[in-house]
């Protein structure tokens, strides 16, 4: 009586459209930024200083206005990517990656060793989305 081996199978590698490369990658740029604030609490003095109103230009209107515009854009990437028209889509993602690594560079300096790690983390997806963008395939006609 003969016995069937089980065979090795191959898994299946399905590609990924643009668009959800895209998304995921603006989802973790977001995810990096939220954990970055969150371990920012934990800096010593960081609570209390906030408790007690010594936020600086981040506890003015501008300064929470001008924070909620700085994540409210990559946030809003995550759904654009997917919903703008491709071409739409592409130069946003360029122009938007490209300027949101400058901003995370811009931070990094005399930062504590956790945010310039995320902030790298960041920079790197940031310039990914901008290369993938820019690398957006045609179609030929």
């Known amino acids: 009586m003969e ?11 399905v590609k ?15 995810l ?13 003095g960081t609570v209390r200083d906030i408790a007690a109103g010594n ?6 209107q ?3 206005f001008a924070s909620a515009l700085l994540m409210a854009i990559p946030s809003v990437m995550v759904a654009l990517s ?8 592409r130069y946003a993602n360029i122009v938007l990656g490209l300027l949101y690594t400058a901003v995370i560079l811009a931070t990094l300096p005399h930062a504590w060793a956790f ?6 983390v960041e920079a790197v997806l940031t310039l990914s989305i901008a290369w ?3 690398r957006w395939p045609r179609t030929t006609s």
Do not use: E, Q
Not at 32 to 44: E, V
């Open 115 to 120: 945010y310039i790690f995320l902030g790298t």
């Open 3 to 13: 016995t069937s081996k089980p065979t090795a199978s191959t898994l299946r590698d």
């Open 62 to 64: 501008g300064g929470l």
């Open 16 to 30: 990924v459209p643009v668009r959800f490369k895209l998304s995921a990658l603006w989802t973790a740029v977001m």
């Open 55 to 60: 936020t600086g230009f981040l506890g003015t």
């Open 132 to 134: 993938i963008a820019l």
């Open 82 to 89: 997917i919903l703008l028209a491709p071409a739409i889509s």
């Open 32 to 44: 990096c930024y939220i954990y970055g604030d969150l371990f920012s609490l934990f800096k010593p």
